[in-house]
């Protein structure tokens, strides 16, 4: 028999796997039991997850894409990619672990770049999820896969920012506490030296979130939101400006790369997820003289979809390896993010045709889960924007008389 556990080692040193096991006991006795109810979004849905947050700070689960130093329990990116193979599985799991998106992104910005009174007043409570942060970055009048496009203006006046503009599919903005939002400081600069990130509370006079955009008929609630919000005359000090001046567009690269390998981990656990059930009910359901697991289309996509799901992983891992080891690794990420935004949602989709109609309820995850699978080809860039990226780099290695080098 094969060992998952044998070939799995392989991959990841003991103590990660052990570490993980903690994790996917936490899920199975706390998490999975719950996850209708959480789907609900009501009142009993939010006291829930406040339990179960709790909860696994208690029992040291808590904020693992963060080092200890930062007030998380994270040792890597190798490491926190072994926890996500199960973390990934459930939708809400990131949340309960103080491990979601966009706060992981927004607090490693924060933790690299902020300065140290940054830190207290934003990095510290965010990580320790005493509030939650959205990304404002993406606008409805340009395109959002270029950001030298974007037209919400912040000018110096003092020694304050005065923020304008419109933003939308700004992520958990329904009741976050603050908003790190990408603004153009320097119009007359080199398209990439034009953007500030800059540092706005929730509550400053002018910011309003105008409502929760419903995505594929889901508007969400709180986190789960992706919301149209306005910046009015919103003035903040110059103290809040995120790194330098005209930094902008280096940090969204610094944020939005491991933000990219972060949605990647957390797929491989959706993945394994809808292959269980997908092998599960196929040889349970029985169709036309015997079990669905018996007809060759069936195979063919358990056979497709195994392969996918371990190319993959190898590719995941390679990757948070090089990351590791001090590389920004951005074709690599920028290829694990299409392929593997494509080999999640034909799983899934696989999944849901072996369930029939059932697939399409919410008797199964998988309606949610395709809901979500789909939008992965879209945020934090295209498909067609990373394979654009990777194809100019390979032909650029050609240009130069060089080959491409496969590592």
Known sequence: ??????????????????????YREFMERHLLPHERGLDRED???????EELRELAREEGLWAPHMPPEAGGTGEGFLYYACLNEEIGRSHWAQLVFGCQAPDAGNAEVLHQFGTPEQHEQFLEPLVAGRTRSFFSMTEPEVAGSDPTLLRTRAVADGDEWVIDGEKWFSSGAEGAGFAVVFAISDPD?????????????????GVEVV???????????GWNTHCEVRYDGVRVPLANTLGERGDAFRIAQKRLGPGRIHHVMRWLGQMQRAFDLMCSYALEREAFGGPLADKQTVQNWIADSAAGIQACRL???????????GSEARVDVSLLKFYAAGVLNDVIDRAVQVHGARGLTDATPLAQMAMHARAGRIYDGPDEVHRMVVARRILRSYKSGERWQFS
């Open 1 to 22: 028999m094969n060992d998952p556990t044998v070939e799995a080692t392989q991959l990841f040193p003991p103590a990660y796997l052990e570490r993980r096991g903690f």
């Open 43 to 49: 009142e009993a849905a939010q006291a829930k997850l």
């Open 189 to 205: 600069a080199e398209p990439h030296r034009r953007g500030t990130m800059i540092l706005v509370p929730a509550d400053t006079p």
């Open 211 to 221: 409502r929760a955009t419903p995505v594929l008929g889901h508007a969400g609630r």
């Open 315 to 325: 590719l995941t891992m390679d990757c948070a390896r090089k990351i590791d080891e």
